[in-house]
Structures are given as structure tokens and as C-alpha cells.
Nanobody, 121 residues
Framework: QVQLVESGGGLVQAGGSLRLSCAASGSIFSINAMGWYRQAPGKQRELVAR???????NYADSVKGRFTISRDNAKNTVYLQMNSLKPEDTAVYYC???????????????WGQGTQVTVSS
């Protein structure tokens, strides 16, 4: 069994910063890509940022230059540093990871429970 637990969401004023964390635990053999998605009310879930096991990253155009994704492989944790936040960044942010599990060594997609980020104008 594998769990992803997010933390760090909250309420912030426009122009402020937040740092999200997501720790994976359980029967993990290895972790491939990790990423952050978000879903605003009435909108589809969208990719915010993604990082591979080798450290390659990609970002949504709307967050480039403001958000930074990173990971600590020793801690099975991915981070999202969000700077210069805008009201349109308000959403529930979800952590996702592609994890190879112990015993079977099969690869699965896992999701966190989501953390609310609210940016006030």
C-alpha cells in the first residue's frame, strides 16, 4: 500500500508565496515521475509541474517563472515552491507520482488527497 500526503496549502494574499510538500510512503520500490496538478471550481484538473526521477522538469505556461518543483529522493518527497501568487492560482492542488511497488515491481499512478490554495486579491 502506498500513500501520498500533501501539506502546505492555505490562504495567502496576491504576490505572496507558499510551499507545498508531498511525501510518499508505503511499499515503494522506486518512484519515477512526480508532479503537481490543480483543479479550480468548475474547471478540469490541469498539470502544474512535473519532475522526473532524473530531475528534468516541465511546467504549465501559466506558472513558468513563478513556481519551482523539486524533489528529495532520499525522503520520497516532492515540493512545489509557489511565488508571486495570483488569484487565478486558487485551486485544490494534488500531488501525483508514478511508483513501482515492492514485490510485484509493477508501476502505478498514485494521487494525494489534495490541499487547498486560496489567493486573495
Amino acid at each position: 500500500q502506498v500513500q501520498l500526503v500533501e501539506s502546505g496549502g492555505g490562504l495567502v494574499q496576491a504576490g505572496g508565496s507558499l510551499r507545498l510538500s508531498c511525501a510518499a510512503s508505503g511499499s515503494i520500490f522506486s518512484i519515477n515521475a512526480m508532479g503537481w496538478y490543480r483543479q479550480a471550481p468548475g474547471k478540469q484538473r490541469e498539470l502544474v509541474a512535473r519532475i522526473t526521477s532524473g530531475g528534468s522538469t516541465n511546467y504549465a505556461d501559466s506558472v513558468k517563472g513563478r513556481f519551482t518543483i523539486s524533489r528529495d529522493n532520499a525522503k520520497n518527497t516532492v515540493y512545489l515552491q509557489m511565488n508571486s501568487l495570483k488569484p487565478e492560482d486558487t485551486a485544490v492542488y494534488y500531488c501525483a507520482a508514478v511508483i513501482v511497488v515492492v514485490v510485484t515491481t509493477l508501476e502505478y499512478d498514485y494521487w494525494g488527497q489534495g490541499t487547498q490554495v486560496t489567493v486573495s486579491s
